[in-house]
């Protein structure tokens, strides 16, 4: 096999096996409602099955960069890619909630691998002038992974149950297993000879604290103490990481990284990116399913539009980009996907598609001409040597982000929701007052039409109907917000871009475009 097609293959390996990673944080949602009628699992249980991967995704992802840097990144990789694998089987033969919630946190630990070391992998893998076509081939397919969750679950599961979104990971993980071990070569850094176990312990502590933080706020208030805990816990751990650091020989993150402005910035804009892209598609996911009524199905295959336009202009916005540098592609991408926030802003219970798919095009387009572009900026402004932390970094960013979006748009609408349905159970007659508020949690989701029919039993039809219209228009008011404060962040984040993406001093590594999804 020559040294072109071995490349290829590489990429194929990556791709498929970050595909299952991003795939797992999706497609899991619309299995839900079976996992609990068969594990007969409470509310509670049933967010873990979601938060336990999501939690030691983000906490682990710059542990695992750095481990392959340490000890070899094929190697890690491989080991990674087998306990997902291995952990994705446990949670198709779990009996218990408790079995799958530990599952699912073994998934997001060897997805915690798998994700910044697919990316040095590929880095590792190409000649600098082919590399900006496979990064953006790797970025598409890891989006792609992300919109077709709620598409490929939905089949799966009419067709085969719940145990089938997590079997499906098997073949995909065995034969990239294969592949790996017969193509893939071994890099690393050869200056790292020790691991920094303080370091390690402290970021890994601080972020999965913090990240806990912001999964609780789903559940409880900001100033909650629950969360106000996690959060402050989460913020020392992380300031006592930063002080280790910069005090250790061989730290686990060298804070020289942050002396350049391209890598500081690019890492803060992803963040943000991760902030706009996650947060909207939640409480766009909802609208679709909730408010509109469409089946997860129907709902996958409406956002085929976003899907598609970052599987298709990424590529190409990582070639070009290495012409033109990343400034003008990331400003010019964050701004369309400003400019798609405002178009979902208008958004109200009755919209056609027709007022939808459009918007969902420039936000595509969008993301595919930002999210390459910063993580190849973000690997480039680091040594070859360290791009399995690096990456990790990058991960890290995007994950915060991701659960930032959720959070912080989460917390706008659901407090505008209560609000507007606050101020329609204060009209009714005082003796059915509590009764009204009471619902306010199935509203802040988008149910309007559960609502209506709970308030039509003890009231009538006609009240039920008039409650259900109240509750969609709380629900879409307060998710019109949220795009609105997402709008707000794409646009502040255009302009740290066009201030901080500062051309490359050396132009050949500059030329290095890359994905940014994973």
């Known amino acids: 096999m020559n040294d072109s097609n071995r490349s290829w293959w590489i990429l194929g390996a990556m791709v498929f096996a970050l595909f299952m990673v991003m795939l797992d944080m999706t497609v899991i949602t619309v299995a839900l409602p079976s996992i609990q009628r068969s594990l007969n699992t409470d509310e509670q249980s049933l967010e873990w099955t979601v938060n336990a991967f999501s939690l030691a995704l983000a906490s682990l992802t710059m542990l695992g960069g750095k481990l392959g840097d340490r000890f070899g990144r094929k190697r890690l990789f491989l080991i990674g890619l087998a306990i997902f694998t291995l952990s994705s089987a446990a949670c198709a033969l779990s009996q218990t909630d408790t079995q799958l919630i530990a599952s699912r946190a073994v998934q997001g630990a060897g997805g915690a691998l798998m994700g910044p ?5 590929i880095v590792a893998a190409f000649p600098k002038h082919r590399l900006p076509m496979a990064l953006g081939i790797w970025a598409g397919a890891s989006a792609f992974g992300l919109a077709v969750g709620p598409l490929i679950g939905g089949v799966l599961v009419d067709q085969a149950g719940w145990a089938s979104v997590f079997w499906i990971n098997v073949p995909i993980g065995v034969a990239g297993i294969l592949v790996g071990l017969l193509v893939v070569p071994e890099s690393g850094d050869p200056t790292t000879r020790t691991l920094d176990v303080p370091g390690a312990a402290l970021a890994t502590a601080g972020l999965f604290a913090f990240v806990w933080g912001l999964i609780d706020t789903n559940s409880n208030d900001w100033t909650s103490a629950d969360v106000m ?3 402050g ?3 020392a751990l992380i300031a006592a990481f930063v002080v280790r650091e910069a005090l250790a020989r061989d730290p686990m993150l060298p804070l020289g990284f942050f002396r350049s402005v391209r890598f500081s910035t690019a890492n803060a804009v992803m963040l943000a990116l991760g ?3 996650l947060g909207s598609i939640y409480y766009l996911t909802l609208f679709l399913q909730n408010v509109q009524g469409y089946s997860a199905i129907d709902t996958g295959i409406r956002s085929l539009p976003l899907t598609l ?14 012409r033109f540098g990343p400034r003008l592609f990331v400003v010019v991408g964050l701004l369309l996907a400003g400019l798609s926030m405002w178009g979902l802003s208008g958004l109200v219970q009755n919209s056609p598609y027709a007022d939808i798919w459009p918007w969902l095009v420039v936000f595509g387009v969008g993301a595919a001409m930002s999210m390459p572009v910063l993580a190849a900026t973000i690997v480039s402004s680091a040594d070859d040597a360290k791009s399995g932390v690096a990456s990790g970094v990058l991960n890290t960013s995007r994950q915060l982000g991701t659960a930032l979006g959720v959070a912080v748009l989460g917390s706008i609408a659901s407090t505008i929701a209560r609000n507007d349905w606050s101020s329609f159970a204060s009209t009714l007659p005082p003796a059915i007052q509590a009764k009204a508020q009471a619902l306010e949690p199935l509203v802040v989701v988008g149910q309007g039409a559960t609502t209506g029919s709970l308030a039509g039993k003890a009231l009538g039809p006609a009240a039920g109907q008039i409650a259900a219209s109240h509750a969609f228009d709380a629900f879409c008011h307060g998710m019109q917000q949220a795009f609105l404060a997402a709008l707000a962040v794409a646009v502040v984040a255009a302009v740290l871009a066009a201030i901080g993406l500062v051309p490359a001093r050396r132009p050949a590594r500059a030329a290095v475009v890359d994905p940014g999804l994973g």
Not at 117 to 121: C, D, K, N, Q
């Open 117 to 121: 070391l697919s990316l040095s992998i």
């Open 229 to 231: 805990l996690r959060l």
């Open 233 to 235: 816990v989460g913020a």
């Open 275 to 277: 902030f706009v892209l």
């Open 309 to 322: 336009m970052i599987v298709l202009v990424a590529p190409f916005a990582g070639r070009f980009s290495s």
